[in-house]
């Protein structure tokens, strides 16, 4: 049974740094792609960058360019995302997601963490 | 980028829903649908234009291809009251959503 699962709940101070967490389990962790996508209260799904689990290749989205970092920790099956100089429109739900394997050659995402509130706030 | 229409759409339970995406350009049938309840993460109803993912109910279908698509609820049940998002899965990693459709209880 696939799982992830997501830190805590942050808040932050403008210009400071938070590092989410994302621990899966239930799959073999390298065989799949791991994507953070983040939702600003009462607003849409955002897309923020991906990481391959098998080798640490990312792509982020070029909004976040130089203020995000994503890295795994294969010995817990764990993927981190690093936001920094935090603005208040930061303050968003941040959504761990894995993408699918669903036969075809591109899959959307098939299981999602709960999410992780983190609030920007002087 | 994925266009949803109509921003909120109001139906009675039973009756039929109908919501519509389009993309400014080709996904060929790389489309996928999903469902988020208030407080919850989003949930995959659908992909590939028309494929419904494990546990999505028969009365959710999905039609549609290169630009245009569609995701039809027959008899709309009191838990499909939700927020429904496209999202094109053809550009590998990058998949854009839909700014959503509210569906609500009439």
């Known amino acids: 049974q696939v799982h992830l699962v997501q830190s805590g709940p942050e808040v932050k101070k403008p210009g400071a740094s938070v590092k989410v967490s994302c621990q899966t389990s239930?799959?073999?962790?390298?065989?799949?792609?791991i994507t953070w996508v983040r939702q600003a209260p009462g607003q849409g799904l955002e897309w923020m960058g991906w990481i391959n689990p098998k080798n640490d290749d990312t792509t982020y989205e070029q909004e976040f360019q130089g203020r995000v970092t994503m890295t795994t920790d294969t010995s817990t099956s764990t993927v981190y995302m690093e936001l920094r100089n935090l603005r208040s429109d930061d303050t968003a739900v941040y959504y761990c997601?894995?993408?699918?394997?669903?036969?075809?050659?591109?899959?959307?995402?098939?299981?999602w963490g709960q999410g992780t509130l983190v609030t920007v706030s002087s | 980028v994925m266009t949803q229409s109509p921003s909120t759409l109001s139906v009675s339970p039973g009756e039929r829903a109908t919501l519509s995406c389009r993309a400014s350009?080709?996904?060929?049938?790389?489309l996928a649908w999903y469902q988020q309840k208030p407080g919850q993460a989003p949930r995959l109803l659908i992909y590939g234009a028309s494929t419904r993912a494990t546990g999505t109910p028969a009365r959710f279908s999905g039609s549609g291809s290169g630009t245009e698509f569609t995701l039809t609820i027959s008899s709309l049940q009191s838990e499909d009251f939700a927020v429904y998002y496209c999202q094109g899965h053809n550009n590998w990693p990058r998949y854009t959503f839909g700014q959503g459709t509210k569906l609500e209880i009439k």
């Open positions: 350009q080709s996904v060929s049938s790389d």
């Open positions: 239930g799959y073999a962790f390298i065989n799949f792609g």
């Open positions: 997601a894995r993408y699918g394997d669903c036969g075809r050659i591109s899959c959307p995402f098939d299981y």
